[in-house]
């Protein structure tokens, strides 16, 4: 298994700037495709950005031109860059492999003000 340590959420006001890092730990060897998905209140859990082992990234179409995805495979940590934040961002924030997850971490809270 690969246990999930999501850090760098925070109350933003629209237009600003955070940088989201997942920590993996466990048996990451077996990770290929790792990505972060979010769930805001009262919706379901949506993919947000994805990247592989050998750096191919997609992403939802709502932060193209906003997030960067990015990973250090040596240091077995990923990072989402998110620029241009506007409200409906807020969520909670989870990386964990795709396209099947394994267990859920704790999430990280990104809020946006308008």
């Known amino acids: 298994q690969v246990q999930f340590v999501e850090s760098g959420g925070g109350l933003v006001q629209a237009g600003g700037s955070l940088r989201l890092s997942c920590a993996a730990s466990g048996r990451t060897y077996s990770i290929n495709v790792m990505g972060w998905y979010r769930q805001a209140p009262g919706k379901e859990r949506e993919m947000v950005a994805f990247i592989t082992t050998g750096g191919v990234t997609n992403y939802a179409d709502s932060v193209k031109g906003r997030f960067a995805i990015s990973r250090d495979n040596a240091k077995n940590t990923m990072y989402l860059q998110m620029n241009n934040l506007k409200p409906d961002d807020t969520a909670k924030y989870y990386c964990?492999?795709?396209?099947?997850?394994?267990?859920w971490g704790q999430g990280t809270q990104v809020t946006v003000s308008s």
């Open positions: 964990n492999t795709m396209p099947t997850p394994m267990a």
